[in-house]
């Protein structure tokens, strides 16, 4: 099995893949435009990446390429479409950065209220303002706003329970009693949480219903003076808007994320919000600490390995949520050469479509269940063939799937 790199890897990880006996390559350097034509040349069976855009044409020249696996939570950065659509795996490893990312919204908060960087770039300049770095309004018993309720979020709440702050979240699958049990309260909308609350701290994924989620309507409904904090994606923010709000109402910034962020080799001129003095900046490194990126590593390693001796794949981001099957039929048959070929056969003649199919070995291996999903009710006369048709065949059954 031969792995391709495209990102820089924990060299406990590159041995560990080694040691499976995988073929590595590692290339630190590739980019999205010469992604494409080092997969024609390497050929891998994965490919393992962690901030380097996957575009569509990587997945078209493919060959042998069957997993993607993503160093890291979000997958917005691969074109899962394109991979679908070529039968290719899309795996993450979520939760691995979730400390990571939430020490990261924890300093970006502090240095907010107390406007660490500013005044640290006020001393190494020379100037000393004592008086009016002295107006931080502090953290304790202010209100914290949660949009998003993973693994990071709760990583969130549980430190904020430290520093005294109450709690309000938002998250879809967020219900009341989990909501107790976080010791939080549970609001009904993004909006609701950003009039609530002093802090707004964004942990959504970056989809499209996510999309532009921090808008002006979110912005107009801040406190004038709250804090706004976004480690996730930039896209999850309409930047225009949260420009005029740090403008329009004191709006105060710390983002690890942009819209528009820039390569290695470029600067950061075109992000206009960063240059705001209300605005405490990082360079996208929220996951960016050894402890996670060797527990990511850890994980993307354990992926392998499974799909390597199992062809499990843990993670998978691009499986069908629910198939368009509407009927299962489960074949009871003895654990024998040729039983699946005809049941299968029958079913290709019958131009039924084949949704999923597994097939569960009895112990002792003398008998097996092929449990198969159906895009179509097979008539009597379908059933009757892969019924009388093999000697092998023990029972056939047909139920719909609800």
Partial sequence: MKILIADKFQ?????ALKELGCEVVSNPDLAPDTLPDAVVQHDPDILIVRSTKVPAPVFDRAKKLALV???????????????SARGIFVSNCPGKNSIAVAEL???????????????????????????????????????LGIIGVGQIGEAVIERAHAFGTPVVAWSRSLTD??????GVTRANSPIEVAKISDIVTLHVAATPDTK?????DFFDAMKPGAIFINTTRGSVVDESALHAAIKEKNIRAGLDVFAHEPGASDNASDIPVARE??????????????????AIA???VRIVTEYKHSGHIPNVVNRQSKSRATRLLSIRHLNKPGVLAHVVGEIGK????????????????????????LDAEPTQETMDRINSGSEHVLSVDLTVIE
């Fill in 298 to 300: 850890t994980e993307a």
């Fill in 177 to 182: 009693a989990t909501a107790r049990e976080l």
């Fill in 212 to 216: 532009a989620l921090a808008n002006k």
């Fill in 11 to 15: 060299p406990s990880g590159i041995a």
């Fill in 350 to 373: 019958a131009r039924i479509n084949i949704e999923e199919m597994e097939n569960i070995i009895y112990s002792g291996g003398f008998a097996a269940c092929a449990r198969i999903q």
């Fill in 277 to 294: 003095p209300a605005v405490t900046g990082t360079h996208h490194i929220g996951a960016s600490t050894e402890q996670a990126q060797e």
């Fill in 105 to 143: 919204t924890w300093g970006l908060i502090l240095a907010c209220d107390r406007r660490i960087a500013e005044q640290s770039a006020d001393l190494k300049a020379g100037r000393w303002d004592k008086k009016t770095y002295s107006k931080a309004q502090g953290i304790y018993g202010r209100t």
């Fill in 69 to 83: 696996i993503r160093a890291g939570a979000g997958y917005d950065t691969i074109d899962v479409e394109a991979a």
